[in-house]
């Protein structure tokens, strides 16, 4: 069983930046793939990034590439999301997420959710 606690959302304005955190548990953190996706107001849970057990290789919907950075610390069982030049269309709940790692896509899959951080971003 993995569990996992999402912090640092909050409210910022349009080109703030927020560092999410996600606290794992297990000793197994560092072979599971993790990834955060997020769900707007009267939308459908989407994609934001991810990033490969052990050997760390990333991916990111297009829509966050350039401003937002997903890396994790196996040692502190953290997954982190750094988000820089934040919009409006960011605002959403974010959902950190786990899976026993595999080599196919890393935009699905997940077996393992938190139970969501908010982020609100005004213009």
């Known amino acids: 069983q993995v569990q996992l606690v999402e912090s640092g959302g909050g409210l910022v304005q349009a080109g703030d930046s927020l560092r999410l955190s996600c606290a794992g548990s297990g000793r197994t953190f560092s072979g599971y793939d993790m990834g955060w996706f997020r769900q707007a107001p009267g939308k459908e849970r989407e994609f934001v990034a991810a990033i490969r057990r052990i050997i760390g290789s990333t991916t990111y919907a297009d829509s966050v590439k350039g401003r937002f950075t997903i890396s994790r610390d196996n040692a502190k069982i953290t997954l982190y999301l750094q988000m820089n030049g934040l919009k409006p269309e960011d605002t959403a709940v974010y959902y950190c997420?786990?899976?026993?790692?595999?080599?196919?896509?890393?935009?699905?899959?997940?077996?393992?959710w938190g139970r969501g951080t908010q982020v609100t971003v005004t213009s």
């Open positions: 997420a786990a899976r026993d790692g595999s080599y196919g896509s890393l935009t699905n899959g997940y077996d393992y």
